[in-house]
């Protein structure tokens, strides 16, 4: 007989690692043990066992047959981090001994670890999960944010507000962060108004160690305590203190942890003063002149720019830079003109002010945007920053951005990949052969998977608009009404993200009336799903929300039209699984990247987008839908009109049609070899395993001068 300790202790060590986030069979386990208290600690293993007494937790073990379950996930995960056969252990070993630092504002691994607001954050989740699988050596540095970003609810008139509960750690799945003698970790970085302290946590995601700052210690003055409370809040001061601390409290981290990398990885310019310890170890540790020392670190840092847009990168005044970094800038040495003239486009410009993009793009001889056009773009805009070197010589490349598919992929439609690409597939995904087998799926099963899903998201839709019903004290038969909204059979449309207003989410409600008569056809109905948050401070964005809300509410949008409050990665799951179409509408050349549609892809939906981003470099006009043929306009009214005129068109005489031409067997045989289509060519381009081997082949191990063979380029 298994002891009561034992399975209760093999439970906690795996809700300790990350790892079971892409585990289905793990998942499971969890949630048969106790669905309802699952689904109430919003999946959360450590909240989950913590709320079940030990003995009452083992009865529902025995009693539901789980402890084989139990000992095989446990061993199953004890397995995978001993394992030494990896791809990193084979084609990136240099790394071993000191690995790649990867530095991200935010981190989106699991709702249940709410330090992310968005798609830079869950690239970075997502990027760790695939170095953890590939067995790529690698150290993620972040912030632990005691309130994270925002849970967010809609008053009765549709208006979004922010609300910020706490983050306890004890409920968390992270512990301490301890040097190699055993002592908790702890940093320090001096500014002149006083030195902001931080401890360090731990979370461990599969093979991979992320390391988060917290300022909420004793030391600081409450402020300072305040610091790291929530992502992307405040004004600009606590922004640059945040980033004062990932970039500089981060490098101390890793010391003080014992790790020294080979190579810096910054996911955006937030973390880029990292860059200037670094400068400052090597000229303390080897008394070089500032000059030299940064020619070292620029050849092991790699900076990743996600913002095609120069209002979007963080830019700071001369007061604030001093305040907060005048004790580093006498440590380098370096004037105060000089130190500023580093984050300047044009040095000598006093008036510029001090800019974390320019900074990470001086300190980085590796430097790449996340699509082959934001590569263009990034390239066209910091063009001045090289006055002397033409624009296609600006030393910015592309790694277009993928997503983690065993953490996107729904268990359905695993399962049937797992019986049609053969044995440890996942192991293969970046190879196309894999990917092609999607052609040999039965029509009938694939179709009858996608209803599956379809209907399981539909339902998840009902619930959570009678929740957000009732808690804004609807009445019952308000509530009782969206038992029947929407309907399996109904082409289903998704649009999901950040209400930034260049994503232009109420495109396709430009003409409400147009778009009313396409959702209410007798025989070629359609619904749409929105979901997604404003900025706090962004009122253009609330009111896309408010619209869209209000339209929902009319008479002619009734049940065809909804919008699901607090976007998370909960909800992004349910939606990009079960979802027809996925649309997708910014104002190019203003997405860099966008990887909400790649979700969709390996799931069984089409993506109706503009033609930028990865789906620019995506479209092959048979897997999807393009809206547009990639032209812009100067003029973005005129654009917005162009592009408006265009999708319509696109669904009006491409997706609807198709999805409502069924065989005599019910069945949309055209559609679903668009969607095979879509699987077959997308799959293996377009996911974290390819886009991480990238960066170790291009970006980390140049870095690190870990390849084999390098030749200079003659004219």
Sequence with gaps: MVSQDTIVNKLRELARNLWWTWQPHVIELFRELDPVLWR?????????????PPEQLVRRASEMALISRIDYAFRRLNEYLENKDSWGTIHASILRARPVAYFSMEFGLHESLPIYSGGLGVLAGDHLKSASDLGLPLVAVGILYAEGY????????????????????????????????????????????????????????????????????????????????????????????????????????????GIDPSVIHLNEGHSAFAGLELIRMVMDA?????????????????????????????????????????????????????????GRVHPGDHNEPFCMTVLALKLSRHANGVSALHGKVSRRMWHPLYPNRTEEEVPIGHITNGVHTLSWLAPQMKAIYDRHFGQNWAG????????????????????????????????????????????????????????????????TIGFARRFATYKRATLVLKDAQRLARIVNASDRPVQLIFAGKAHPEDRYGKEFIQQIVKISNSEEFRGRLAFIEDYDMNVARFLVQGVDVWLNNPRRPQEASGTSGQKVAMNGGLNCSILDGWWAEGYDGRNGFAIGSGRTHSVPGIQDERDYADLMDTLASQVIPLYYDRDSDGLPRKWIARVKDCI??????????????????????????GQPCVMPHHC
């Design 286 to 342: 080897e008394g070089r002149p500032f000059g030299e020392a940064v020619r070292d670190v620029a050849g092991m840092t790699v900076f990743t720019t996600h913002t095609p847009v120069a209002a979007g990168h963080d830019r700071f005044g001369a007061d604030l830079v001093e305040e907060n970094l005048g004790k580093l800038r006498e440590q380098l040495h370096l004037s105060f003109d000089d130190f500023m003239g580093l």
């Design 150 to 257: 925002f849970r967010q609810s809609l008053d009765a008139d549709g208006w979004q507000h922010e609300h910020y509960p706490f983050n306890d750690p004890a409920q968390l799945p992270i512990e301490e962060a301890k040097t190699p003698d055993g002592h908790p970790v702890r940093v320090a970085v001096d500014t002149r108004s006083g030195t902001l302290h931080a401890k360090v946590w731990r979370v461990e995601v599969g093979r991979t160690t992320l390391l988060l700052l917290d300022s909420n210690v004793p030391e600081n003055s409450e402020s300072d305590r305040a610091l790291t409370g929530r992502l992307y809040g405040g004004d600009a001061r606590i922004r640059i203190r945040q980033e004062l601390l990932l970039g500089v409290g981060g490098v101390r981290a890793l010391y003080a942890s």
């Design 680 to 705: 077959r060519t997308l799959g293996w381009r377009f996911n974290s395993d390819r886009q991480v081997m990238d960066y170790a082949q291009f970006a980390y191990l140049p870095a690190c001068g």
């Design 40 to 52: 109430e600690t919003d999946h959360n293993p450590v909240v989950f066992l913590d709320r079940i």
């Design 428 to 491: 293969r995904m970046r190879h196309p052969e894999v990917w092609a087998k999607a052609s040999e799926i039965d029509d009938g099963e694939f179709w009858e998977t996608h209803q599956v899903l379809k209907a399981r998201l539909l339902e998840f839709v009902r619930q959570r608009l009678q929740r957000q019903a009732l808690r804004r004290g609807a009445d019952d038969r308000e509530v009782s009404s969206f038992e029947s909204m929407f309907d399996l059979d109904t082409l």
